[in-house]
């Protein structure tokens, strides 16, 4: 099934359908043999129709048709399988209509299971692209790396390099007189010494070509994030061979991996994937209010930031995944403009609540 792209957002974001659109939200949790989801879904379509009983002749018949067919579509007695979630956009049409649906690893961040509008809910799928974006992982340790790709909490093996090291470069030589022992032991140290450094040497330029390798390897899957976890000199030689103007390098730990089966890396990716997106999400909330209260670069308040939208100076919207419609209408606002949007919840929300939940970053 499709992953949810941030040019896929911005297409739905401009989508109108005649009649209207459902958008829906589905987790599919494995140990629910019941299939609560499906009730919810049911439910959620029930509610829809009940409220719009007083619309318009076509819209009623087009929405009962609509919503049977999305009852049918999931009528199928079983569990989803993998993806863990769908999300989903389906024109309201008395015939089949047009339908965008994503997979993703986890269940979407929603308040209601399928919501009726004129316009697209996209703040969830904004949401999954900004925080379940594929990211590449490397583990590096001196003679070994692994390149891997996390996307949405799994792991996939890409590339795994290894030095190839021969040990009969180096030969301890003997002295030619057995008289002066001291000497005898200055030339074995110096031999070895020299290999040391040559091995070293070879170590430190392999992680620089690796470097090089991953960042093409990046480029040509279109991930423009790479952790890195391994020493702190492995990780510097791996940097100056990577290179990539499209990919950013962000240290992941000092933690050695290169051992480890990949079905055991999940936790501890996940866990600094999940540090890594609260730092940036406090990082853009922070300087937006900043800039809002030292009245530069930046706006708060809806009014405040609706009016810098419609003059075109949004650099990067950020607002709480909860306020609803409102966020929806920004999210229109934002892109049209080609302006970035990050939807922040929990501890990064709250930090906007004196804010009405919005607020931005300007270009000028």
Known sequence: MTQPTLEAARKLSEWRPPLGVLSVFLGFDPADRGGAWRTELRNGLDSILETQQEA?????????????????????GDLRPPPRGEVGFVEVSEK????????????PVAGACVEFGVDPVVAPLLDICGHGAARGVALLSSERVRLLRCAEGSLEELEDWEL???????????????????????????GHDQFEERL?????????E???????????????????????RDRESFESGFGSPQAELTPGGDQDLISVPTGKLTDVVSEVVGRL????????????????????RGAAGLQEVKEALAEGRVDHLVFDGAIGQEG???????????????????EQAAALHEAEGVAAILRY
């Open 56 to 76: 318009e002749h076509d819209r009623r018949v087009a929405l009962r048709a609509t919503a049977k067919r999305l009852t049918e579509r999931f009528e199928d």
């Open 96 to 107: 089949e209509g047009t339908e965008h649906w994503f997979g993703t690893s986890a269940a």
């Open 164 to 190: 190839s090291v021969t040990m009969l470069d180096w030969r301890e030589r003997k002295a030619q007189s057995a008289n002066n022992p001291a000497r005898a032991q200055g030339v074995s140290s110096s």
């Open 200 to 208: 070293d040497h070879n170590r430190q330029r392999f992680l620089g």
């Open 210 to 232: 690796c470097g090089g390798f991953a960042a093409r390897r990046l480029e040509k899957d279109g991930i423009d994030e790479l952790i890195v976890f391994g020493p702190s």
């Open 277 to 296: 997106d609260e730092e940036r999400d406090r990082a853009v909330v922070e300087r937006a209010l900043a800039g809002a209260k030292g009245g530069s």
């Open 328 to 346: 929806e209408s920004l999210i229109r606002g934002a892109m049209s403009s080609g302006a970035r949007v990050t939807v922040v919840r929990e």
